[in-house]
């Protein structure tokens, strides 16, 4: 019986990031700077350099630990550490670390802010293309 553990399969722990994050790999491409058939060849490799990972990190809004070590069993068992408190039982005290509702403005800023750089990106397009139908007409 082989007792070795399968390498994580980081490109897989990546799209998994992003779909929870409900993130499309275009949405990813245009946040590194990249297209998204890079980001489609990166979710299918096994290994990526850190460089890139960093990127990715950053994009995501997740360490690079958490990518590594990224696992369904440990995201569904953080889901499973909460319980409903609706007054069965007086002894339970489950307290949040965080105000939900900075949270909440903390993801709304985040999504601004990619919308801003979409924004922008769409705008220099425009800009280019208006340039080159100028040279065009000259």
């Not at 900075?102 to 709304?108: H, T």
Request: no cysteine; net charge negative; proline share 1%.
């Amino acid at each position: 019986m082989n007792t070795t553990s399968k390498p994580k399969h980081i490109g897989r722990n990546i799209s998994r990031i992003r779909e929870l994050r409900d993130m499309k790999q275009e949405v990813l491409a245009i946040a590194m700077g990249v297209s998204q058939q890079t980001i489609s060849n990166i979710e299918n490799s096994e290994s990526i350099d850190e460089d890139k990972l960093l990127l990715i990190d950053q994009a995501l809004g997740v360490t690079s630990e958490a990518i590594k070590n990224f696992s369904e069993e440990s995201v569904i068992n953080y889901f499973n550490t909460f319980s409903d408190n609706s007054g069965n039982n007086i002894f339970t005290n489950n307290y949040t670390n965080f105000n939900p509702l900075d949270k909440f403005i903390e993801l709304y800023d985040e999504k601004e802010k990619l919308f801003e750089r979409l924004l922008q990106a769409e705008k220099d397009k425009v800009t280019y293309l208006e340039k080159l139908l100028n040279q065009k007409s000259e």
